[in-house]
Nanobody
Framework: QVQLIESGGGLVQAGDSLSLSCAASGSTFRRYSMGWFRQAPGKERIFLASISWDDGLTYYRESVKGRFTIVRDIAKTTVILHMNALPPEDTAVYYC?????????????????WGVGTQVTVSS
């Protein structure tokens, strides 16, 4: 049973940086892609970034390119989302997700596995 546990959320000031971690367990994650989504109050959940577990290939939502970076730590079976220059509009619940699919496809399908989310609040 795949489990994803997010951590690292919290309250930050506009312009700050924040890193979110997703600890994964329950599989070797070969052929998996893992990624991050977010859902702001009253809005739909949107894709942010994904990474192939096997080769580290990444894929980003256009609007976060250059500001967000996704990496994986194979030894710790963890995926990290580094976020810079956060504006208040980035306030949302951030979710980790995974599925057996290429990174680009995680943007299209609804991943099979999800964490419970971690709240990020950016104050102005």
């Amino acid at each position: 049973q795949v489990q994803l546990i997010e951590s690292g959320g919290g309250l930050v000031q506009a312009g700050d940086s924040l890193s979110l971690s997703c600890a994964a367990s329950g599989s070797t994650f070969r052929r998996y892609s893992m990624g991050w989504f977010r859902q702001a109050p009253g809005k739909e959940r949107i894709f942010l970034a994904s990474i192939s577990w096997d080769d580290g290939l990444t894929y980003y939502r256009e609007s976060v390119k250059g500001r967000f970076t996704i990496v994986r730590d194979i030894a710790k079976t963890t995926v990290i989302l580094h976020m810079n220059a956060l504006p208040p509009e980035d306030t949302a619940v951030y979710y980790c997700a995974a599925d057996v699919t290429p990174p680009r496809t995680l943007d299209i399908l609804w991943p099979a596995y999800w964490g419970v989310g971690t709240q990020v609040t950016v104050s102005s």
